[in-house]
């Protein structure tokens, strides 16, 4: 069945600012903040109809903490997974086909599997064995590549929820939702560094996300994608404390780009999306859904 959401034509874009330092709650502002965002786009019950299978695919790569800002939001996980089971989907699966080869520490130290867990999903690993190698309808770069089933099987995955956390990256200048996909495929990652901002775009020509919901309560300035300090974390309002959604994962990226000082032009993966159909780079032309929590 086709979801509202699917069939529309028209996007918005919701853009949510709260900041912890308020209540000392993390936990619930961050958990407020990705309600409010989700729900100004019309609520979650519009993407996700009774017995959907749901994936959650949050950044879960790296071996710290939330205070680092490498993963995502733990809160901004386990709030999707809140909503989708309200929405009455049938499972909730949240992963990532992480870097390691034992993704358990990442899970783990992420805190973004205990979240879920307690919000009512299950956090499997991705089984990269069941990895299906695909055609890239009109890429730039790629005539092929092996996808996880996990993601792109309509079998397994009804509704497909992004959720990147906005960063640094040394090799692509931002790690947004549009790099988040690499997380989504598997063979050797290390081929798609070159010509990375072709690339990109097109393992989203295989890759159909339903929602992108980008965490930027912390934001990771330098040094990414895998931080280490906190000196490389931006913590204030005026340059973090955000949470953003839309069923485009284009302008998603493009008012990322933006968090950073870039204009749409100046991140190729951002410009080379929009021309490959993907989306809108004028996030402003979506009519900008902006609110304080």
């Known amino acids: 069945m086709t979801s509202p959401w ?94 390691a080869k034992d993704p358990s520490r990442s899970y783990g130290a992420s805190g973004i599997a205990e979240a879920a867990a ?39 995955c009804d509704v497909l929820i992004n959720v990147p ?28 560094h070159p010509q990375i901002h072709r690339k990109m775009p097109d393992l989203h020509r295989v890759i159909r996300v339903d929602l992108t919901v980008m965490d930027c309560y912390r934001v990771l300035r330098t040094h990414g994608p895998t931080g280490g300090t906190l000196e490389d974390v931006d913590n204030s309002r005026e340059g973090a404390r955000r949470v953003v959604a839309s069923r485009d994962p284009v302008a998603v990226d493009a008012y990322g780009s933006h968090m950073f000082g870039f204009g749409p032009g100046d991140i190729g993966f951002v410009e080379n999306a929009e021309e490959a159909g993907l989306g809108t780079a004028d996030w402003r032309s979506l009519g900008v859904l902006e609110q304080e929590v």
Request: net charge positive.
């Open 118 to 156: 307690a919000a009512g999903a299950e956090a499997p690993y991705v089984d990269r064995s069941r990895a299906v190698e695909l055609p890239v309808p009109g890429g730039y770069e790629l005539e092929s590549w092996p996808f996880c089933r996990e993601f792109i099987d309509a079998d397994l």
């Open 165 to 192: 956390i906005l960063k640094d990256h040394g090799t692509s200048r931002l790690s947004i939702g549009l790099k988040n996909a690499f997380g989504m495929v598997a063979g050797d990652r290390g081929r798609l």
């Open 6 to 99: 699917r069939r529309a034509r028209r996007c918005s874009i919701a853009v949510v600012h709260g900041d912890a330092a308020r209540s000392a709650d993390e936990r619930a502002v961050v958990m407020r903040m990705t309600r409010r965002a989700v729900g100004a786009l019309g609520g979650m019950d519009k993407l996700v109809q009774p017995g959907d299978s749901v994936v959650i695919k949050p950044n879960i790569a790296w071996v710290w903490g939330p205070e680092m800002a490498a993963n995502t939001n733990p809160w901004v996980v386990a709030a999707l997974v809140e909503m989708c089971r309200e929405a009455g989907a049938g499972s909730v699966r949240v992963m990532d086909n992480t870097i």
